[in-house]
């Protein structure tokens, strides 16, 4: 197993450190946390308007093994900090997926004079049902 820094990204035991979960956006958190079945054994801490603490201490983030994101992402590195950004990427691309499907554009009806008109709708706007 490979080991070292990068930059406050783990720690010496080969897990999350907390500035770095922290410094993830929240709704990678969550899914990586759900994802993962990361526990929540403390409070949120907020001092100053600054989040000290999430409710997931060092210990909590641990669960996070090489081996548990190797299965997660079908990858056989022993690299610690390229399984973590895989997790990442490929919880984020779950969620842009699923974000894009439920945003899908309806699509448009083109009239005989081949303008684009919506569904029910002239180009005056109107309710006249298109032909």
Do not use: C
Request: charged share 25%; proline share 3%.
């Amino acid at each position: 197993m490979k080991t070292g820094w990068k930059s406050g990204f783990i720690t010496k035991n080969m897990m999350l450190s907390k500035s770095y979960w922290l410094s993830l956006p929240q709704e990678v958190r969550i899914a990586l946390a759900t994802q993962f079945g990361i526990p929540k054994s403390t409070t949120v801490h907020v001092v100053n308007n600054t989040v000290e603490s999430d409710g997931h201490t060092e210990q909590d983030l641990a669960v996070m093994t090489i081996e548990r994101m190797q299965e997660f992402t079908g990858l056989k590195s022993d690299d610690f900090y390229k399984l973590v950004q895989e997790s990442i990427n490929k919880l984020t691309q779950k969620t842009y997926e699923k974000t894009e499907e439920q945003t899908q554009p309806e699509p448009a009806i083109t009239s005989d004079s081949g303008g684009v008109v919506k569904k029910g709708r002239t180009r005056k706007g109107s309710t006249k049902k298109a032909k």
